[in-house]
């Protein structure tokens, strides 16, 4: 069991780390095309491994129907608001933003799966918005502080993209193997993404940097394979509800790597929306049982 649990916490602490990856590569390379390498590098992994796993069969159209909207708002939505809002707003505060997924999930369900919810998560979903509010507030009221509100606004659109992204995924749970529907849904992400990414394609003379081409393979293998592999390995062993616990691990890593490796200052104002933003997580994924 503790094994498990390591690997759920190291998938959503690299999930985390990728925040401070993600902001220094959206200053260096266009958006689309970093999104456009990122689904092809992964695509390209997930091959042999949905292969050799489980055989990569044919699947029902309407499950790949689903997969390529899945593709549509999990990946080219989330990607291309999470890496605009980077370029405008801290790491530190896009990875607060992220922390509101559960919350902004659970009220999804409620409003198009037309599922219950629990006094618990009615109080998450408040409270992620508290957070989200108290750090967009502080930022209009400091100088140049529209652009920061704005980027955490953009990051958010990535955060309904992903929240759609999981809501389609309940419709199909268990009629596609993880790593064939992870392949295809980074197949099509990588074509919706290639029309945006061709008018920037010069710019890929900028990987010859070994440091940005290190990143972005981090940021490929890690989000999109390393994540989902140990992410389905802890859930092997842990229930569902109890994993959801670990997303708050999110959060505390973005802040780690956006104050330790870009130097970025945590504030008061960050210590409330921390503190909101982790109480929502916990509400809204603790078991109830």
């Not at 069991?1 to 925040?19: E, T, W």
């Not at 618990?120 to 930022?139: D, E, N, P, S, Y």
Request: aromatic letters at 8%; a positive charge.
């Amino acid at each position: 069991m503790r094994l498990a649990y390591a690997q759920l916490a190291l998938a959503m602490i690299l999930v985390g780390a990728n925040v401070g990856v993600a902001k220094v590569l959206s200053e260096a390379l266009p958006i689309a095309l970093i999104a456009f390498l990122r689904c092809a590098l992964a695509a390209a992994l997930l091959w042999p491994l949905a292969r050799a796993l489980e055989g990569l069969p044919r699947l029902p159209r309407d499950v790949l129907v689903n997969l390529f909207w899945q593709a549509v708002f999990g990946t080219a939505i989330y990607n291309a608001g999470l890496l605009a809002g980077l370029r405008l707003t801290t790491a530190l505060e896009g990875g607060l933003v992220l922390a509101t997924i559960p919350a902004v999930v659970a009220l999804g369900s409620f409003l198009w799966l037309r599922e219950k919810l629990s006094a618990a998560q009615w109080l998450a979903a408040g409270l992620a918005g508290a957070g989200m509010a108290a750090i967009t507030l502080a930022r209009l009221g400091a100088d140049g502080g529209v652009g920061s509100a704005l980027g955490n606004l953009l990051v958010f659109v990535g955060v309904l993209g992903e929240a759609i992204y999981v809501l389609l995924a309940k419709r199909i749970a268990g009629r596609a193997g993880v790593f064939t529907a992870s392949f295809w849904m980074q197949v099509f992400s990588a074509a919706v993404l290639l029309p945006f990414a061709i008018p920037g394609m010069g710019a890929i003379t900028q990987l010859a940097d070994p440091s940005l081409a290190t990143l972005l393979v981090f940021h490929s293998v890690t989000a999109s394979v390393i994540c989902l592999v140990l992410w389905y390995q802890g859930l092997r062993r842990v229930p569902a509800g109890i994993a959801g616990v670990f997303t708050a691990f999110l959060p505390a890593s973005a802040a780690v790597v956006a104050v330790v490796f870009l130097g970025e200052m945590f504030g008061l104002i960050h210590v409330i929306g921390f503190a909101l933003m982790l109480v929502s997580v916990l509400l809204a994924t603790w078991p109830r049982q």
